[in-house]
């Protein structure tokens, strides 16, 4: 089956401190997109990084990095110096394909002053 | 205009009305999708078009219509849906020679009475 596993449905940190979302999937591809997207409350969604699985080096984007292990099919975001803009709903998605996006259940992630 | 516009942003139907929900992009981009966003659910593909063609059809039931009448457009049509289908419906898009990233638009909020 084809499947992400999003095993927090909560996570919360403190402003300015470090917090690592896990997601899991499975797929028996070897080709395939990684993504993490943000939900904020009342907004689209937008994505924060993306991950090709043939890349053995992790994606950063500025706060925003990944731990890709592509055997054990886990794929953590993890956000450094958290802001309170950071707060919103976190999706783990891949792509199968051209138009197959498969989506976790997402984390819901609280920023505290 | 930016990205993915979508109207209405609530929606309210009986479950005999007809509606519809509209969906604009202004990215260039040439494929096309309708997500169902439930509480604690993954994102539940529903239809994707490519150059206006249907590609994905995920065994929606024919009480959600999709209508892709250019590649910038895309329509939800609605009739005699049942409470249970209420939800947040995603537009998104997406360059297919690209790396796949999705454009979501906001979401429309139906309700059904």
């Known amino acids: 089956a084809q499947t992400v596993t999003q095993s927090q449905p909560e996570m919360s940190v403190q402003e300015a401190e470090t917090v690592t979302l896990s997601c899991t999937y499975d797929?028996?591809?070897?080709?395939?997109?990684l993504f993490w997207y943000k939900q904020p409350p009342s907004r689209q969604m937008i994505l924060v990084i993306r991950?090709?699985?043939?890349?053995?080096q992790n994606a950063t984007e500025n706060r925003f990095s990944v731990n890709f292990q592509k055997a054990a099919k886990s794929f953590s975001l993890k956000i450094s110096d958290s802001q309170l803009g950071d707060a919103a709903m976190y999706f783990c998605?891949?792509?199968?394909?051209?138009?197959?996006?498969?989506f976790g259940t997402g984390t819901r992630l609280k920023v505290l002053a | 205009e930016t990205g993915v516009t979508q109207t209405p942003r609530h929606l309210v139907m009986g479950m005999t009305n007809k509606k519809s929900l509209k969906c604009e992009q202004h990215?260039?981009?040439?494929?096309m999708y309708w997500y169902k966003q439930s509480a604690k659910k993954p994102l539940e593909l529903m239809f994707v078009?490519?150059?206006?063609?249907?590609?994905e059809n995920n065994s929606v039931p024919s009480r959600f219509s999709p209508e892709c009448p250019n590649s910038s457009h895309l329509f939800l049509h609605l009739h005699t849906l049942q409470p249970v289908e209420s939800a947040l419906y995603l537009c998104?898009?997406?360059?297919?020679?690209?790396?796949?990233?999705?454009?979501f638009g906001e979401g429309s909020r139906l309700t059904v009475l």
């Open positions: 078009y490519s150059l206006e063609e249907r590609v």
């Open positions: 797929t028996s591809e070897s080709d395939y997109y």
């Open positions: 990215l260039g981009h040439n494929a």
């Open positions: 998104a898009s997406s360059q297919e020679a690209n790396t796949g990233e999705l454009f």
């Open positions: 991950q090709e699985a043939y890349k053995q």
């Open positions: 998605a891949y792509r199968l394909g051209t138009y197959k996006y498969i």
